[in-house]
């Protein structure tokens, strides 16, 4: 038995017909999907790019910040064998290293470039802090209690021009009151190694044996605090809250998502704001089906008047042209989300192709931190855009449909004989 199409249906169909491309409609209609098609793929791609750099850099971040800090709320944290002890016991404990921070500087020529000098363990930092294997001259285990040896980033090196081996002189912004006056503190220290993990660690960070910093420092037996890893950092906030709690003693808590806050919420607020944009062109695009429906009502005004005289009413009239719309806007959607997964997917590899072939270099290492396009196709962005893109184009169809419902019969067949 041969079931019948509804009768709305059957002509919206039979009005968005693709498989003509010498027919005036099917032309109108191509255009339509493939200007649909088109910024559903921009929107998945660059939506798509955005997560990838996000993911990519909170990645780094986290392989070189402490997922949580524990410290005083006074100077020095003087019983930190017996905190890191404490915290042991929580179930997203997985290491934690003791750490004293101060400011310094360096004098090369006239310049002077401040930075911060760390004084660790070299025992301990790899737990924390990936130091051992991003030394690329140099060993970590050099620096050794009393030898004041120092491990520069490779950007801090550079600035420094400072290789293996070479002394320098580390300038202490704390005022010493002799006859001669009040001067800053000196202390010369030997470059035993040089470190490259790709993030601001490079430029303005230099390591020290802890005990050496806590004599610059003028530190006993304390320290600045703990850095703590986890093994989900996303439950840092979660611990922060718990070891508040647990421990006897009230101490500062500051987890990655709080010290690195405002960098991330830039980044949400950024692919917001970008989706958006990118949502008013696909609107555009979308649009462009109004005209497209407009086209098709004019040209097929004697259709409608004689369907109109054979009984039709005018919600099946419109039905007629929203099915039309609904289909151009479905075929074009999903054009777009194909084109668009596939382009994400292989963008990485498009890009690296394009820069070998032009010899370009598209990103810069020292100012994104990756060298490399990345994507990260996400199927909640993919869903979201989608529905946007046939929810517009239903929307767009609203119009023409309306106007197409209040031709005039009569008046229309007059025109057309």
Avoid at 33 to 44: C, S, T
Avoid at 100 to 117: K, L, N, P, T
Avoid at 248 to 265: C, H, R
Wanted: net charge positive; glycine share 8%; hydrophobic share 50%.
């Amino acid at each position: 038995m041969k079931i019948m199409k509804p009768f709305s249906l059957f002509i919206g169909l039979r009005y968005t017909n693709l498989r003509k491309p010498d027919h005036f409609i099917s032309f109108i209609s191509l255009v339509s999907v493939i200007g649909i098609a088109l910024g559903v793929m921009v929107m998945i791609t660059v939506m798509s790019v955005m997560n990838g750099f996000s993911k990519e850099i909170r990645t780094r971040i986290l392989s070189v910040t402490p997922h949580l800090t524990v410290s005083s709320f006074t100077k020095d944290l003087e019983n930190w064998q017996e905190v890191q002890a404490s915290i042991q016991s929580h179930p997203q404990y997985m290491a934690s290293a003791p750490f004293i921070d101060g400011q310094a500087m360096f004098m090369e020529g006239q310049q002077i470039i401040g930075i911060g000098v760390r004084g660790i363990l070299p025992e301990q930092i790899e737990e924390v802090f990936p130091l051992h294997s991003a030394m690329i001259a140099g060993k970590a285990d050099n620096l050794k209690a009393g030898s004041f040896g120092i491990v520069l980033g490779i950007g801090l090196a550079n600035s420094l021009g400072a290789e293996l081996g070479d002394t320098l002189t580390l300038i202490i912004p704390e005022l010493t009151y002799t006859l001669a006056g009040a001067t800053p503190r000196f202390k010369s220290v030997k470059v035993v190694g040089i470190f490259e993990v790709g993030y601001l660690y490079d430029q303005n960070v230099a390591f020290l044996h802890m005990a050496d910093a806590a004599k610059l420092f003028k530190m006993r037996q304390g320290v600045s605090g703990l850095q703590v890893k986890l093994h989900d950092p996303f439950q840092s906030p979660s611990m922060a809250r718990d070891l508040k709690k647990s421990l006897v003693k009230p101490y500062a808590i500051v987890d990655w998502t709080v010290s690195n806050g405002t960098y991330f919420s830039a980044v949400k607020t950024e692919k917001t704001m970008m989706f958006f944009t990118l949502l008013l062109i696909l609107t555009i695009a979308v649009f462009n089906l109004v005209s497209t429906l407009v086209m098709v009502v004019t040209d097929k005004k004697g259709d409608i008047a004689l369907l109109r005289t054979l009984g039709a009413s005018t919600q099946k009239i419109m039905a007629i042209f929203v099915v039309q719309g609904a289909m151009i806007g479905a075929i074009g959607t999903s054009l777009g989300v194909v084109l668009g997964a596939t382009l994400s997917l292989n963008v990485t590899r498009l890009v690296d192709f394009i820069e070998k072939i032009f010899q370009v270099q598209f990103l810069s290492k020292d100012v994104y931190f990756i060298s490399f396009l990345p994507s990260d196709l996400l199927l909640s962005d993919v869903l979201l855009i989608a529905s946007c893109a046939f929810g517009l184009s239903l929307l767009a169809t609203l119009w023409p449909a309306w106007r197409a419902a209040q031709i005039e019969p009569a008046k229309a067949l007059r025109q057309d004989g």
